[in-house]
T-cell receptor
Framework: EAGVVQSPRYKIIEKKQPVAFWCNPI?????LYWYRQNLGQGPELLIR????????DSQLPKDRFSAERLKGVDSTLKIQPAELGDSAVYLC??????????????FGEGSRLTVL | AQSVTQLGSHVSVSEGALVLLRCNYS??????LFWYVQYPNQGLQLLLK??????LVKGINGFEAEFKKSETSFHLTKPSAHMSDAAEYFC???????????FGSGTRLQVQP
């Protein structure tokens, strides 16, 4: 069974440019997460989806970040315009809703963003 | 609210020595606790988790952790370190009924030959 797939793995852009990251979760996983991991830090939640509904986006900087999960499967995270402080690894994870709060999150390999 | 504190951002042990990575949590409701490992340029992989029941939890690669409610701790141990254990380790907490994990800042484990 395929794991969580993310692309691109690496992206280098200049500040003020837009960037988008794509995530394909494990088949059948209703819950999808975007986390941001700064260098030397643990992941921090940006947004959580239950199917196509964003149910927890309180940590998403809405002035420049947006996300969508059309049809409740793939998801895209966008930054426009990017700032120097956005340099980080963006991790996507998914979980089977049946597992509930105790279930394991499965992570993709991440998209490493460098803003120059 | 829930939070995790990992004591020691870097831990260095000799190959064959005991590994002890410390994690303390804060949660207003009974917690679910997790340890994840991250190898360079990779995503996070689950080592083990505590939900309910037995407080000593065994995971992959010979790791185990003990949930101690009185100490609000969930320390990770391995009796004998191997070179392949060198990685970043993250402790995480999820309150019952809440579907997102809150992570600690991580501990980088170095294993010396």
């Amino acid at each position: 069974e395929a794991g969580v797939v993310q692309s691109p793995r690496y992206k280098i852009i200049e500040k003020k440019q837009p960037v988008a990251f794509w995530c394909n979760p494990i088949s059948g996983h209703n819950t999808l997460y975007w986390y941001r991991q700064n260098l030397g830090q643990g992941p921090e939640l940006l947004i959580r989806y239950e199917n196509e509904e964003a149910v927890d986006d309180s940590q998403l900087p809405k002035d420049r970040f947006s996300a969508e999960r059309l049809k409740g499967v793939d998801s895209t995270l966008k930054i426009q315009p990017a700032e120097l402080g956005d340099s980080a690894v963006y991790l996507c994870a998914s979980r089977n809703k049946i597992a509930g709060g105790s279930g394991e999150l499965f992570f993709g390999e991440g998209s490493r963003l460098t803003v120059l | 609210a829930q939070s995790v504190t990992q004591l020691g951002s870097h831990v260095s042990v000799s190959e064959g020595a005991l590994v002890l990575l410390r994690c303390n949590y804060s949660s207003s409701v009974p917690p679910y606790l997790f340890w994840y490992v991250q190898y360079p340029n990779q995503g996070l992989q689950l080592l083990l988790k505590y939900t309910t029941g037995a407080t000593l939890v065994k995971g992959i690669n010979g790791f185990e952790a003990e949930f101690k409610k009185s100490e609000t701790s969930f320390h990770l141990t391995k009796p004998s370190a191997h070179m392949s254990d060198a990685a970043e380790y993250f402790c995480a907490v999820s309150a019952a009924g809440r579907r997102a994990l809150t992570f600690g800042s991580g501990t980088r484990l170095q294993v010396q030959p």
